[in-house]
Each structure stands twice: as structure tokens, then as C-alpha cells.
């Protein structure tokens, strides 16, 4: 299995910007990884993904705000999140694209002014 490590939350204020990082145990290379989001109380949802090809998707929500890449050399996933609101409130967490359930510690990101 793929272990990963997702690092870069804390607080920001509503319009701020973060970028997380997903650092794989091993290579990401193979793999489509996604990112998903947590907000309290509330399911999982998905927030983007990127296949090994680097081509990436977004969901519509934050489509235009959150960019996702990332560096098989380093073995890392990023995302690149602008103009953070306070419903982006959550626990970001990464994953490979077919995987569901196993998850990991992920990173909290709070949007509060």
C-alpha cells in the first residue's frame, strides 16, 4: 500500500492562501492521487486529482482556486489553494485516486477571520 504524509494546514483568513503537500512513502509515480476535504460534520468530499501525467481535475467548488500538481522526483503531491473560504474549513486529506477508506492523519486548515 501507499503511504502518505499531507503537511501545510493551519489558519489563514478568509481570501488567504496555503499550499499543502502529500509526500508519499515511496514513488506517486503510478498513481492518480486526489485530494479530499473534510469539513466538520460533513462527509468527505472529493477536491481534486491528478494523474500520473500530471493532467489534474478539480471539483466545480473550488474550480478557479485550487490548482493541483505535483513532483514524482520528490515523490509529492501538492495543492495550491487561493482565496480560501470559510466553508474550506476542513481536514485536507490525500489519497490515491482508487483507494477509499484507509486514511491518514491529513492536515486541518481553518478559515476564519
Known amino acids: 500500500q501507499v503511504q502518505v504524509v499531507e503537511s501545510g494546514g493551519g489558519l489563514v483568513q478568509p481570501g488567504g492562501s496555503l499550499r499543502l503537500s502529500c509526500e508519499g512513502s515511496t514513488t506517486l509515480s503510478p498513481y492518480t492521487m486526489a485530494w479530499y476535504r473534510q469539513a466538520p460534520g460533513k462527509a468527505r468530499e472529493f477536491i481534486a486529482r491528478i494523474t500520473p501525467d500530471g493532467s489534474g481535475t478539480s471539483a466545480d467548488s473550488v474550480k478557479g482556486r485550487f490548482t493541483i500538481s505535483r513532483d514524482n522526483a520528490k515523490n509529492t503531491i501538492y495543492l495550491q489553494m487561493n482565496d480560501l473560504k470559510p466553508e474550506g474549513t476542513g481536514i485536507y486529506y490525500c489519497?490515491?485516486?482508487?483507494?477509499?477508506?484507509?486514511w491518514g492523519q491529513g492536515t486541518q486548515i481553518t478559515a476564519s477571520s
Open positions: 489519497n490515491p485516486w482508487s483507494i477509499v477508506g484507509d
